[in-house]
């Protein structure tokens, strides 16, 4: 029997009608001769409101204890799922990261997956049930502590246990209906992709484009699990990823927004070897994702070093750069949060040059300034004003004619 | 080091202004030298409306789901605990049941503990922790699936607990001041006991006193475990709950009102042998505690067989009776939950004849009418009309001066 992962977001199982909307929709996946493993992530706003909770008590709550707080919020919507599918006569048990053998390493939220030990979870389709599976958690491995895997990640729970079970295909079901040339919110003219590469989108998800935790689309590649993202709204087809072969002709899949980081800058750090090795590592210790690293050439055996962070990030970042200062010998950081970043990602960029010109030239018609440039093989990001960051979207977009079919590959698979 | 278990009920852990204030007693019992094991229940009314949740998605919700689904309430209360004392510098960790090694059977929404296995909980107060406990939940033995033990079963937890790591004291704070002679609300010259037996305690648990679930007090008496019911609002010392040695003299310890059942007749049941059997073994199948068992002398060859049960567990009985009253053969039954159960309790009614002539006049004084009667060696139960139970209540505290200090021990031990 063919084994379908299913996930859902916040959005889609968050209220009772959403969650019964949902059982409808398993239980049709399960009569069509399908293995079921369903992740749901927490309902709606759930995951925010226990942190606030956790933070009226205490500014920096204890990690462990936060963990075993916030995985209460997937524990409660997949209990209701698991009622909701079994109240249709359809067998159903539902798993915590832990009882579906996710073992992680045990940096408290932000565990790593270290391991998946599937057994429980195969025993249970074996006895005929769809399995509803916690996302975002799982048990450290040698502790046995309860762990977060951080935002977003149950999109990562359903990408490894669809690796571990070797299932056909990991859908993920959210509140959009695929991977848009861009935000439709930005630009009205945003394109449905019917398929993106694991590469384009990696980069589209790393550029902001919410839709996909990046964590997840790399495990994916890495595993080659096939990746259907689509909306729970309706039964349209969304967006593969996977590997595509044809990728002729294509040069631009998409443009990204990002408006939630922070631009940090260490001003006038002496030029030697193993500076930024040991800036980058102090920040690492504290799990702290740095994104964009820009530095300037070296004057009078000083440079300017910038990076990218997320917003939310900033707190816990200012107390490792407080140190990190004095380490190094730089003269000060400053942090500027009023930025965005905007990204252009297409695998056809390898093979035509000038696009990265193009890109700039746009930029420069709007009046949008460009304060960091950074690049891949596939993607140039360029942070700009925050206020510049939608304006600048709708340029490009238009510029690259994004919103007409043949600029992506336009493969319906599966 | 002195092991105490504390247990906080609902209200006590009711909101996050609630968990600070008990984070600061659990503090200061740590800092006055004791290892600590803290039980909590789920915050307020979580419960409940993790119930209706269910019962708006199935009106009979798949009984495996919602233990899980419910199970999220403690978790909650319990890391929110754990934050608020670590947050006072003071090294906590919070551990589920499952994790506590709380072993139970299978009996979903009913589990009973069948074994405690508290490796874990006493490694971590080797390291120096003070352990936050989930009350309520355990492990079944066998399957590894989450149960639950049943409404207001967080002190069976912490009794259980204590026995298991030989805790000097298990303390249930609550939000009365202790075991009342009879409910305040009721008769405001109730009186708080400074002691009272595990007999006595059992009786007046079992006859409506809520402030201790009857199968905690049971447990506590089986492993001697000594409690102390007093409040989480104040410092004054509550009445404990132990061994009474001497009770010459005390004759009544209290009056309790049960508002909460109804009463089941099984009309013209044939009296042969083994018909009671059949009887109460098909509701004991179904998990449903009854109570008083009344059966009436035989005419023409059938009884009537009456008995009271939680009014809740009304709706899960009729299914059972239906098929009961075919399998025995009896002609109908009537429930009946206009009703309400006056208990009163006392070690001293063994030695003290007349105290259920006494009772019987003072109803019969108030013009109530008794519509079953049960006893125990230590307790004398009327059911009456629900609209006279108040009364009655006040007639005999007021009749057995309940009141005065002399009528029950006032030993303050610990």
Redesign the interface.
Known sequence: MPIIVQKYGGTSVGS?ER??AVADRVVAAREAGNDLVVVVSAMGRTTDE?KA??A???PV??A???D??L??GE??A???L???I??RGCK???YTGS?AGIMTDTQHGQARIVEIRPKRILEALTGGNVVVLAGFQGLSLGQ?EITTLGRGASDLTAVAMAAAIEADVCEIYTDVAGVYTTDPRLAPDARKMAAVSYDEMLELAAAGANVLQPRSVEYARRHGVRLHVRSSFDDEPGTWVQEVDDMEGVMISGVALDADEAKVTLERVPDRPGVAASVFKAIAEEAISIDMIVQNVSHEGATDLSFTAPREDIPRLQSVMDRVVKEVGADRYSVDDDIAKVSLVGAGMKTHPGVAADMFDCLAAQGVNIEMISTSPIRISCVVGKDDGERAIRAIHERFQLDEAGAAPDIVTG
């Open positions: 009772v969650i019964q226990l909770m956790a009226e008590i205490a709550p204890d462990r204890e936060l075993m707080l995985t209460a524990r409660i997949m209990s209701l698991g009622i909701a079994n109240a159903a048990a539902s009882q046995y």
